[in-house]
């Protein structure tokens, strides 16, 4: 088996290895590396030496990938032949690594999608400070962005396109000129490539497969060759040591492949995510989706938006629904704050998971001020981990196995109220620290909404919130707020359909979900504290505003706040607290009031009208 070389490093390697250096004399053999800052490889293939020349190429890409952590690299394949020239690398497919454009349509929107993707870096990643993708990702390991490799088949793309066009030639110089520093890696490769030696200038690295020797096997050397000075000396190594490159066999990078697929099963195996509740299916009906957090999926906070009637409210239904049946309290607890109307949460009064219930759309300090018991919560969990020397979450847990720590998701429906005043600065703040801190302490944020049009939602924050869902929008520039540039694929959606992307709304990686239909939440709710026991069981604190406002019961007095919360949870400070306590003695005599005059509750009925 090949052995994994796998750095755990973020950044880019400075160098990609193509093969072999052999010494016959002696039987040593190098590694034969080309550096990476040149951008990419210009290659050559002479005439019969086709296999050479895809040994080099699956070599060059099997070493990128054992360098770099998984899903860190995603392979692209453009090349229009009928036959699978890339038999060892298509095999990682079903892992998501490798993908192929054999059409030139596909091929060309493909390239677009990439040239869209590095103009999104370069204008909101990368800067002064980070130049590069990789110094990007080694300031922000945590929230890392994924390489691209793309082996480009120059005679296809260029020459035997369907429809060719004037124009291709330019996009693509436009294309090489900023690629490599937005983290794109290119190989671009054919036989005749006089008419576009160009790409010399821009790839600075030529290589040239062809036989060493009139009556050599053409799968067993290839001649390097050079455009600029940075091999140099490395072919004069070459000649004066008489050394001949190779390609390992491809016996040996089937080996590699399944390694690589090996440790992409044992990562997925080892690396379960805390919160994982299906929410819908590919449109074919054959894989369902699972709405996921936590170390598998990579992604600890989500954005979920969707114009009115799309199906985002039937998604935060199931998917809190689809919580309570399959974790306890002990494991997950929910705060709901609606901004909508005020009462779209009322409904899970009785969930047995939900800790705090917001019933108000005008009191936005009530976000604030639980925003900032979540960042104090952050600190209590950090002096109890450095009281047990752990690091997150999860190793806490496993010493602590006797006062499990739950994870807090707060979720914030029609969340660009909070944005949209001159508050927005103080909760971008607040949200950056936790969204940045919480993922180590169990703490997760669910941001929901009908648009971002008019918000003031920092694109930092956004960086944090790698987990986008978008439903049907209504323009091309709330979709790219929410997904990324050029990312439109919302506008075409029909009602209860959604694109999940886990990858900050890179466009290459949209997965298109028809969503789980809507459920009875009584019936659900009902269900699940019937079969769960009374221990794990909790009340919600149901939280109005001073001016009006109702709790879960019928009689519209509010529920009491539960006292049986243990001393992690950080309810609120000693003089919130009191203040809730106070609203809510307020609130029950307006209720007794109402019903001893007769009249009616207006935001009771109006809940019961929606």
């Known amino acids: 088996m090949h052995e994994q070389r796998v750095t755990g490093g973020t950044g880019f390697p400075e160098t990609v290895e193509v093969g072999t250096l052999a010494h016959a004399p002696t039987g040593l053999r190098l590694p034969a590396k080309v550096p990476t800052a040149a951008g990419g490889l210009l290659l050559a293939i002479g005439a019969g030496c086709d296999d050479l020349a895809v040994a080099l190429m699956e070599h060059a890409a099997l070493s990128l990938a054992e360098h770099l952590p998984l899903g860190l690299l995603n392979i692209l394949v453009v090349d229009y032949s009928v036959h699978n020239r890339f038999k060892v690398l298509s095999s ?13 349509a596909e091929a060309r929107a493909l390239l677009d999608e990439l040239m869209d993707a590095a103009r999104e870096r370069h204008h909101h990643l990368l800067n002064d400070r980070c130049p590069t993708l990789t110094d990007y990702n080694r300031a922000h390991p945590d929230y890392a962005q994924p390489y691209t490799l793309v082996l480009l088949n120059l005679d296809d793309y260029l020459k035997r396109a369907e429809r060719h066009d004037r124009t291709r030639e330019g996009h693509l110089r436009d294309f090489l000129s900023a690629h490599f520093a937005a983290g794109i890696y290119l190989i671009a490769y054919g036989q005749d490539l006089g008419s576009v030696d160009w790409a010399e200038a ?19 050397t290839i001649l390097l060759a050079e455009t600029g000075s940075d091999l140099a000396g490395l072919r004069t190594i070459i000649a004066g040591y008489g050394l001949v490159h190779a390609c390992q066999a491809s016996d040996s990078a089937r080996e590699r492949a399944a390694a690589l697929i090996a440790r992409h099963a044992e990562t997925d195996t080892a690396e379960a995510d805390a919160v994982c509740v299906t929410v819908g299916i590919t449109p074919d009906g054959r894989e369902a989706i699972d709405f996921a957090l936590g170390r598998r999926s990579g992604c600890y906070h989500a954005l979920i938006v969707g114009a009115a009637g799309s199906g985002k409210t039937t998604l935060l239904n199931n998917l809190i629904l689809g919580i309570g049946e399959q974790y306890g309290a002990d494991q997950i607890r929910l705060y709901l704050m609606d901004y909508k109307a005020g009462v779209e949460f009322n409904a ?3 969930h047995p998971n939900c800790e705090q219930i917001y019933l108000d759309n005008t009191d936005t300090g009530a976000a604030e001020r639980l925003l900032e018991n979540f960042a104090q919560e952050i600190a209590r969990r950090g002096e109890r981990f450095r009281d047990q020397g752990v690091n997150d979450i999860d190793a806490y847990n496993q010493r602590q196995s006797a006062d499990l720590l739950p994870r807090l998701i707060l979720i914030i429906d029609e969340v660009q109220r909070l944005f949209a005043g001159p508050g927005a600065y103080r909760f971008n703040a607040l949200l950056k620290d936790i969204t940045r801190r919480g993922r180590a302490f ?14 003031d939602l920092d694109r930092e924050l956004l960086t944090q919130i790698n987990l986008r869902i978008a439903f049907r929008l209504t323009s091309e520039a709330d979709a790219e707020r929410v997904l990324a540039f050029g990312n439109h694929t919302p506008l075409k959606l029909p009602n209860y359909h959604f694109v999940y992307n886990p990858h900050a709304g890179d466009r290459t990686k949209n997965i298109q979900v028809r969503g789980t ?14 079969d769960r026991p009374e221990s794990p069981r909790i009340k919600p604190a149901i939280i109005a505003s001073q001016g009006g406002g109702q709790s879960g019961s019928e009689t519209g007095v509010p529920a009491p706040v539960a006292t049986a919360a243990p001393e992690w949870l950080a309810r609120a400070t000693d003089q919130d607290r009191q203040a809730e306590q106070d609203q809510q003695r307020r609130l029950l005599a307006q209720a007794r009031k109402r019903e001893a005059s007769g009249q009616a509750d207006p935001l009771r009925d109006q809940g019961a009208a929606t």
């Open 442 to 455: 169990g703490l997760h944020i669910i941001l929901a909404t009908q648009t971002l049009m008019g918000a």
């Open 92 to 104: 990682l497919r079903t892992q998501g690594l490798y993908r192929i454009a054999y059409k030139d």
């Open 517 to 530: 239909p809507p459920r009875s939440i009584a019936e659900v709710i009902a269900k699940i504290n019937a």
């Open 202 to 220: 821009l790839l600075k690295v030529t290589m040239q497969a062809a036989p060493s020797a009139p009556d050599a096997p053409p799968t067993a």
């Open 348 to 350: 899970f009064a009785e």
